[in-house]
């Protein structure tokens, strides 16, 4: 079905990967439009906020020096600092918990979509670990990577473009500030040199810094994608062997919780391991990239002090001036920073849209399955073969068989023969590698997906109960109609069982959700999903060997009880226990993945072919 590449990822996602950042803001104005304007004013307040601190104290202390200071204005500058940074705070503080609620909301609107294409996707995608690994890592995101992180960076970088703006004025205004005297310091401040040493020391440190922090980030990110996989292993141990109560029984049984913990131990000591060593050499880089910036720092102090010795400006302006270098040199590394971010962030958003844009075979077809077919149809295997993927003998050979209107038909083998992954491939979860599956002479291929699905109705060997309420799994959705749900479990042999529970239909099954929920036994639980499959009320009918868990006697009295209740209807039944099946009008015996004989349960026999021994084989197991 879907084609993957090394990457996991479809053959068809190239054009779109060039978009992924557009694609990214779009959806962001789309899903959660006030992110942006939020983002945005953010980042006006947070970039205005220290330097309300530096031009006001400024202010007052220009004032606090003057030999003539007016008392008033000096009142009227603190109330206004005082007041000014009050207000600039409260709207950060505001906007911030605004914000971390839209991103919460896209985050939520993330995960929904992940979610959403996976229950969408082929099956025979899902089943592919290359996909499997992609999407388990795509939620641990978080707010660090990904569309989240988008809204973040935009904010970032608007914040250190307007911090940089602001400091370009003033660097101007210190530049053109003259020292006085003749002397050979004032000489030097003055000097046309002065601003081009000032700049170009500004400009090594903070590269330094820069790429400290790109070295650092490159570190972390690759001891992230190093975490990835153990830490997946060990969440996975944790919440299916130890958090999760069914599993418990065998956990003590076969006391395996030695093995477990010892399983967990080496996988957290290997992860604390690869964070060690990203952590210390982030430490050893930013120790050195804080060094740079402080002796930095002290010449500009040492400039700055130098020029309001000299007379260029007053000490109000010491206070301006040494803020507005440190603001311009934590504003340039924030822009290099998060434009790197930025690009790299592409990757997840990448990620993010490759698996969104996995393309699946089975959209493909368009023909409706109309009521005209539903009534009256054959299926028909011609020259079926099918090897899973990343297998190399076929599981199916060149199986070539029909399935009339209505007929009742059994497939029966030894385990491993074929029988589910013929089921499989009738249900369209795999597409055969060659040969064609007709459904009235036109491959199935080319009907709309979601009608063929509708055709069938199964029970599997592993079908699955969820932790919903009774009747919501019999109907498979919350609005359903009591009375044929009712119906449905009575006829699968639940209806005993029905009355003993206090909430009937609406009783919540397991005790994942609610303390009340009540546990099935595996015989009820195949009753269940029997249930559901006759409310379905498909055309065709699968059941494979859904009844496994139940004696022979249990299990020909189900398959005899299905049989009356789809009457009119075709099905398809599967066991390794031959008796439980020989009431079909026709059996299909299956071997090493072909289809070795047909035909009813008596020319069988007679044929003395591999039913014929499996019967006898069984048989003396029944003869009592
Ligand atoms: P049966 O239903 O008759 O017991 P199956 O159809 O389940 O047999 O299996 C037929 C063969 O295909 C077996 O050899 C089995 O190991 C193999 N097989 C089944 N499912 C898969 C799978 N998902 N991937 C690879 N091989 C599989």
Sequence with gaps: ????????????????????????????????????????????????????????????????????????????????????????????????QLQDVLKYKKMKLLEKSIAEKSWKMDYETTCDPRVHEKRNMMPHWGYDHGIVALAQQVSDFLCASFVIIISIVLVIEF??????????????????????????????????????????????????????KPNNLAVSIFESCCAEYQRGKDVRMFKAQGILQKKLADLYEHITQIQEKASRFARKRMALANLCSN???????????????????????????????????????????????????KKYLDDYFEYLDMENQTAEG?????????????????????????????????????????EKVAIVGRNGSGKTTFIKLLCRLYDPQEGEILLNGTDIKKYRYEDYLEFFSTVFQDFSIFAFQLGENVAAESAYEEESVIRALENAGFGERLKTLPEGLHTQLYKYFYEEGVELSGGEEQKTAIARCLY????????????????????AD???????????????????????????QRIMVMDGGKLVETGTHEELLATEGLYHKLWHAQAKYYQS
């Design 558 to 584: 189900i398959y005899q009880r299905m049989n009356q209740f789809i009457q009119g209807k075709g099905a398809i039944y599967i066991s390794h226990r031959l008796s439980s099946c020989h009431f079909c």
């Design 295 to 345: 002796l930095f720092n002290l010449f500009v102090y040492l400039c700055v002090g130098l020029k309001a010795i000299y007379g260029a400006f007053g000490a109000g302006s010491l206070i301006k001036y040494t803020g507005m270098v440190i603001q311009m040199g934590g504003g340039v590394e924030k822009l290099c920073n998060t434009v790197r971010e930025f690009f790299q962030n």
């Design 1 to 96: 079905m879907t084609k993957l590449n090394e990457t996991g990822a479809s053959n068809r996602q190239g054009a779109s990967r060039q978009g992924s950042i557009g694609r990214a803001v779009g959806l962001i104005i789309k899903e959660v439009p006030a992110l942006f304007p939020v983002t945005v004013f953010l980042a006006v307040f947070e970039a205005a906020s220290p330097y309300i601190g530096l031009f006001l104290s400024s202010e007052i202390v220009t004032e606090l020096s003057e030999k003539n200071r007016e008392k008033e204005h000096l009142f009227f500058l603190a109330i206004l600092l005082v007041t000014l940074n009050l207000v600039v705070n409260l709207l950060r503080a505001f906007l911030n």
């Design 536 to 555: 379905k009320d498909a055309p065709y009918a699968i059941l494979d060997e859904p009844t496994a868990a139940l004696d022979p006697v249990a299990e």
């Design 366 to 406: 368009t023909l409706p399955v109309t009521d005209k077919i539903r009534q009256d149809y054959e299926l028909e295997f011609r020259n079926v073969t099918f090897t899973y993927p990343g297998v190399e003998s076929p599981s199916l050979s060149q199986v070539c068989c029909k399935l009339k209107k209505g």
């Design 175 to 228: 530049f053109g500030a003259r020292a006085r005297g003749e002397g050979t310091i004032a000489g030097l401040l003055n000097h046309w040199m002065f601003p081009v040493v000032f700049i170009l020391l500004f400009s090594l440190s903070a590269a330094y810094s820069i790429w400290s922090a790109a070295q650092v980030q490159k570190v972390t990110y690759q001891a992230s994608k190093d975490k990835e």
